[in-house]
């Protein structure tokens, strides 16, 4: 392995490594729920872990723009990650489970921007858009791999398959890292600093009106969507089609197997045109999944719905960091600035699971998925605001202005 290709590991890793950025994801609340919790309840302890997290993304945004040592903290957030998962098997408490996703959350935070690091880091600036569209195309790829080895694993090992299925990634790809060598990672392209020797303080990343519009516009559309996955596997366990982590498996297949195309689309797109328009597009896909999510009864259906969040969540997975490069070059903190704006989608995303679980318990299925939508509305409004400023012609002279 020692003589693959610098990017051929990236590829590599990203596989591995895309069950374990996310821990459980949506599977804990079907585990949570076939454990006798109610959506409220899940909603509840989901963020309530998620909101926690927050606090670390900015913070490790921040010692990756500082380290050397990439390779390193990309092995510490998987085990981290891995560590808070195991931990929750044996535990049904509120505190035991909350404190196993604190763990994870912890890891998660420091995962995209050493992940991000690396690859600016290998590939450099002009690269990076072809290169993260490829990272995105090879994590879903690794999503689709890991839910179908959950599907067949439930099969002997019940709901407890994602675990295990989630410990062996992260063990693959900690040997990945191992195949990549520090002398392939230029430490200065991986923090953004293309220009001097000196990095851009806070306070001027923090003042970027750019990345501003862009995190706010992400808080929404996260507000929306994060929910929605789980609340599915909870309604399929509701309307009692079968063993719902096998169809949420199925769900989860379905969307990132769609998402391998939509990544390698989006990242041929994001050096043609204005890159701003991948994220109008992501925002205009989630309020129709809403629509769809709150008519639907058959689990077919459900599953169909999937593969428009390959296009929503997918697309913004190979625009994000894109956008935040362009926004930020040369001032030393790219990676903080990804940090940055992880912690406000974070906000969105953890605060969503328990608007979904308390507009399902209170109103019920159809007003979660509908009220869930709305987010979206004011995100795209957000999102046209960029149009004008992030063309992928002249992001450099942008990122010297603002």
């Known amino acids: 392995m020692r003589t693959m290709p610098p990017t051929a590991v990236l590829a590599a890793l990203n596989f591995f490594l895309a069950d374990v950025q996310g821990g459980l994801g949506p599977f804990l609340a079907t585990w949570l729920a076939t454990t006798g919790w109610n959506p ?16 670390f993304n900015s913070p490790a945004g921040m010692l990756i723009d500082r380290t050397h040592r990439f390779r390193l903290w990309v092995a510490i957030s998987s085990l981290a990650v891995v560590a ?34 690396l690859t600016l880091g290998i590939v450099g600036k002009d690269r990076f858009p072809h290169q993260q569209g490829r990272n995105q195309a090879w994590n879903h790829a690794g999503n ?16 407890a398959s994602a675990f295990w299925v989630l410990a062996g990634m992260a063990a693959a790809s900690t040997a990945t890292l191992l195949a990549l060598p520090a002398s392939a990672i230029d430490t200065r392209r991986a923090r953004g600093q293309a220009v001097t020797e000196r990095s851009g303080t806070i306070g001027q990343m923090l003042g970027n009106r750019l990345l501003l519009t862009l995190g706010l516009a992400l808080l929404l559309f996260h507000l929306g969507n994060a929910a929605m996955l789980p609340l599915l596997g909870q309604r399929m366990a509701a309307l009692g089609h079968g063993n719902a982590t096998r169809w949420l498996a199925a769900c989860v297949v379905v969307a990132q197997g769609a998402m391998v195309l939509v990544a390698i689309a989006a990242g041929h797109a994001s050096d043609r045109i204005n890159r701003a328009w991948l994220l109008v597009f992501a925002c205009c896909v989630l309020p129709i999944r809403g629509a769809m999510a709150a008519m639907a009864q058959d689990p077919v259906w459900l599953v169909l719905i999937q593969i428009l969040d390959a296009c929503g969540a997918g697309t913004l997975g190979v625009a994000v960091p894109i956008l935040v490069a362009d926004f930020t070059w040369g001032s030393g903190r790219t990676q903080s600035a990804l940090g940055f704006v992880a912690t406000l989608q974070g906000i969105g995303a953890a605060c969503s699971t328990t608007l979904g679980g308390l507009l399902a318990a209170q109103l019920g299925w159809v007003a979660a998925f509908l009220g869930l939508a709305v987010p979206a509305v004011f995100a795209l409004r957000l999102s046209t605001r960029l149009l004008g400023y992030a063309s992928s012609a002249n992001a450099a002279s942008i990122s010297a202005r603002v």
Not at 101 to 109: E, I, K, N, P, T
């Open 144 to 159: 689709v791999a890991a839910a179908g080895l959950v599907g067949v694993a439930t099969f002997s090992l019940g709901a």
């Open 40 to 55: 409220e309840r899940v909603g509840i302890v989901m963020t309530a872990g998620g909101l926690a997290g927050l606090v």
């Open 84 to 117: 808070g998962t195991l931990a929750t098997l044996p535990a049904h408490s509120f505190a035991a489970v909350l404190a196993a996703q604190l763990a994870s959350a912890l890891g998660g935070a420091l995962m995209a921007p050493a992940v991000t690091a």
